[in-house]
């Protein structure tokens, strides 16, 4: 049987209706097996994957998009693991004005493939990257320098449930009004006007998917996915340490569409330092998606006037101890929050208010040192082991965070030092543990704006009452993408509560256990708000999709048949 | 019984549900009655409303809101009706930092009241409106120069199914998500991971919307209730001439808020000749809904950075004619399409595109020198009645649209010049007739920019495929919310609804009876498509309402109970 848009949207239409049921229950549910098992994925697939890997580098990386032979400048690459080598990969120099040309002539054969067949499409792009999850972990750890089953888990099953939502939300809002009616309107004793209608739905023109440097899939692919299946074209560029993970991604999403008679240039790949702005501000693209720095998203959302941004930004995350029942379990959770990935997170909690006068922990006081003292030794007992720890840190991503660890440690007093730990496997690796400062609650200038790294800073206010007012105003000047708090007093917890969704930032209430307040799980946790300014949008609700295609209709009178 | 949000809810809760059901099914559906006749509105509603409209006059509007006593400028006004006398009402000049504190303080409670609480306020609100339909139809006539039956269709029950429609799609958005979930994720054999989590719809401030001259509620209802339904506080500031239907808006609006328990000044009004680029850049305000000129609309696009902006700018509307079996029926439809409201709809046809050649009209050959009479004669006969002709056209809104059907009159030959018409009650009025020209295609310099008012243009082409090529084009560059086609040919309209469509703008085909290309039906007809340059958001689809809240959640672990 040839494979079609439509036959795609058979075979996935179970999993993209029980993603949507998902979407709408907000309970638990994911398409795409998290633990990277044999059972899963296959016995071979760990071997397979970490072969396609070695095999992708010292190579030029093959695409056969437009313009790729003819690039002016040749080949771009430069990737080094931050676990320490060179991955040797060049990628082709990318030509725009054929990047776009291309792209606008393959949108109106996309858009007749229709809501359903794009939507299948879709979902098979994702099935095919899942069963590469391995190569793209061994990607994902060796650009980022996340450890491997974090790398394997944000950056395979987990991203790929974030895209699978976008294409759940996209197709959810595009067949949201019936793609054809007839109109009947009453005309008293007249016969009524009849006339039929279609509603089309038309993308909006070309993608521009930005990529970061830390989850180049899991922050990719929303924006990607939910472009793609509202009938656009996406172009995808790479942050320039993290590029073999969409380069794989681009180069499966082409076969797919390939393979399903459509245009494979609907998806291709930009490689280079400087085009960002080139492209951000090209007539042609309609829709951009950017992961980064405050500075490129603000000048993104005021320059590129003739697109729809979607950005996520920097921001300042925060957690309010006022006291826990569990005070064993809450350090415990602190610490693997503050130690996952070495703080590169942009939903790893930065300052830590606590009061002067210190908690109630349990049965007895804390006071505001020991909170300290207990949280900077969780932390170190949590990586004491150093195989252990490697496999929680990960590595460090850029030179600057490396410079900023240092850099701040001067700022308060240290109440755990940043340390290196040598890698068992790769002793070139950067690791470096979380530095652990406490400062007091008005050095705002300090503590006040965002140190992205294995920074985290204990804050000493004058009582909780004053640690909410001061969270609730950081997130609402500075943003934030996640916040924390610790009370036994459910009358504190519903202020609190009341305070965050005021102040716009997703909370979580005393997390002892397995739920950490830097992860968010798709379908049912929106990751970001878009109420504060860590982010214009969330991923992934109505707002990220509805906007990203249009409704054209066309209408013709019913003329009445002459009676038999 | 006390009212509430809730009770108003359980009231309306029906009408809600059909309101969304239809913007799905897009069949024929409407909440309010178009006739103004006794039998739905009261036998003494015309009278009612014509004195409600007669007590205005020459007196302050009075307004309980914030500021107003204490405003810098004292009073403003100067309505004049088209029809031929000052309205001599005068309103409170804005106290513009009084009316947005008063609005954010007022947000928390509304927030409170939920979206199921504030769609049944915003229902209540319409129902009321609805009653004082004949007293809105005054205003608009004699604000806008409708004549009365559009003001009392267009202004009254129209604009309030508009409305009601972005009352519908808010909650339909809004409740998109569960409010509440228990997420449980299996372990393996341990326990699962437990949460509760609550999902809080948030408004994401102040909307403003800023009206214009020639519809203000239909223009301005869908943003009004778009924003308020979806949490925000609204800030109404109306065209300089068309003051009153917004005025008599709010008040309707504060009193039912009021009435609800709620804080009335989630709703206020802001009269001023210079203040909406003061509002449209103040950090409070987030959406921002505008009908009118595209350069105010590419300012606010360009400088607003702090807010959503949805707007609504000028356009040139084309109909493509290729061929028609039903002649008579064709110049009807298009005789009464350019006559009503003298043209001075966003939607009118300015151009109309005709093969040198001409076409085939039922039986016989049309040339195109015929084509353009037969057009012209219909015209001028379908207007030869005073009395009745008044009745279509209405009164000319503006000087600038006065002077500019006489300067457009040198722009070509003219087919049927724009006559002056005396109205019988109101000799003063400026009624005029269309100026029908003709160009010929390449003179794109002079009809293919917005001509806004009585003038249409019959443009010799070289064949309806260059008509359509030109007409798609227009689309593209100057803007369109309306295009018209009319053929014979299946293959033929195929083509042309498949150019239209990648132009992005809705098409009628083969309009001859009761329904205009210039009109369209609330929850079935889109109208504005935002994938052209006259407009960058559709009334009303998912996109105008989605982004205009935000969720935020929070999570709690569940703790597991103990075994009994």
Chains 1, 2 share one sequence.
């Not at 993308?203 to 692919?221: D, K």
Request: proline share 6%; with cysteine.
């Amino acid at each position: 049987m040839t494979t079609t848009p439509q036959s795609l949207f058979a075979t996935h239409e179970a999993t993209l209706r029980s993603a949507v049921e998902a979407s709408r229950s907000r309970a638990y549910w994911s398409a795409f097996p998290e633990m990277p098992s044999p059972r899963a994925y296959g016995e071979t697939a760990a071997a397979d994957g970490e072969a396609a890997f070695a095999a992708h580098r010292d190579q030029p990386f093959a695409l056969d998009q437009p313009g790729a032979t003819k690039a002016p400048a040749g080949t771009l690459g430069g990737e080094r693991s931050p676990f320490g080598f060179d991955l040797g990969i060049t990628y082709p120099a990318p030509d725009i004005d054929a990047l776009i040309g291309a792209a606008k002539a393959a949108m109106p054969g996309w858009r007749k493939a229709g809501p359903d067949g794009r939507a299948g499409v879709c979902v098979e792009i994702l099935k095919r990257l899942n069963a590469r999850s391995f190569e793209i972990a061994n990607a994902v750890m060796h650009t980022t320098g996340q450890a491997f089953m974090m790398a394997f888990q944000a950056g395979g099953p987990h991203a790929q449930d974030r895209g699978l939502e976008a294409v759940a939300y996209g197709w959810k809002a595009m067949t949201d009004q019936a793609p054809a009616a007839r109109w009947e309107k009453p005309q008293g004793k007249n016969p009524p006007l009849v006339m039929d209608k279609r509603f089309e739905v038309v993308g909006r023109g070309i993608g521009l998917v930005i990529g970061c440097a830390t989850f180049p899939t899991w922050n990719g692919y929303p924006g990607l996915f939910a472009s793609l299946v509202t009938g656009n074209a996406v172009i995808v560029k790479p942050g320039p340490t993290a590029i073999l993970p969409l380069a794989i991604t681009v180069r499966v999403a082409r076969e797919v569409l390939a393979e399903a008679g459509l245009d494979p240039n609907l998806v291709t790949l930009a490689v280079g330092d400087t085009i960002a702005k080139d492209l951000a501000l090209r007539p042609e693209v309609t829709l951009i998606d950017y992961t980064g720095s405050t500075g490129f998203g603000d000048w993104l959302e005021r320059n590129a006037h003739q697109a729809q941004v979607y950005t996520e930004k920097a921001g300042v995350n925060s957690v309010v101890i006022d006291g826990t029942d569990d005070p064993k379990g809450m350090v415990r959770n602190l610490a693997f929050t503050l130690s996952l990935y070495s703080g590169q997170m942009c939903t790893t909690t930065q300052v830590i208010f606590v009061p002067k006068d210190g908690i109630q922990a349990g049965a007895e006081r804390m006071g505001f040192d020991q909170v300290v003292a207990v949280l900077a030794g969780g932390v170190d007992k949590f990586l004491s082991d150093p195989e252990r720890a490697v496999e929680v840190l990960g590595a460090i991503q850029s030179d600057a965070t490396l410079s900023r660890i240092k850099e701040a440690s001067k700022l308060g007093t240290v109440a755990l030092p940043s340390r290196a730990v040598v890698h068992p496997k790769f002793p070139e690796a950067r690791v470096r543990t979380p530095l652990i400062l406490t400062m007091d609650a008005k050095e705002e200038d300090k503590y006040g704006h965002e140190l992205f790294g294995p920074i985290a800073i204990v804050v000493k206010t004058d009582s909780t009452a004053d640690s909410l007012e001061r969270a609730a105003r950081l997130t609402r000047t500075r943003g934030a993408l996640t916040a924390g708090l610790y009370s036994t007093d459910p009358a504190l917890i519903e202020q609190a509560t009341e305070a965050f969704v005021e102040a716009g930032v997703a909370l979580s209430v005393n997390l002892t256990g397995g739920v950490f307040v830097n992860q968010s799980a798709a379908f049912s946790d929106f990751h970001g708000t878009g109420a504060n300014p860590a982010a214009n949008a969330a991923l992934c609700d109505l707002a990220f999709v509805a906007n990203r295609f249009r409704v054209v209709q066309s209408r013709v009178p019913v003329v009445a048949e002459a009676a038999p």
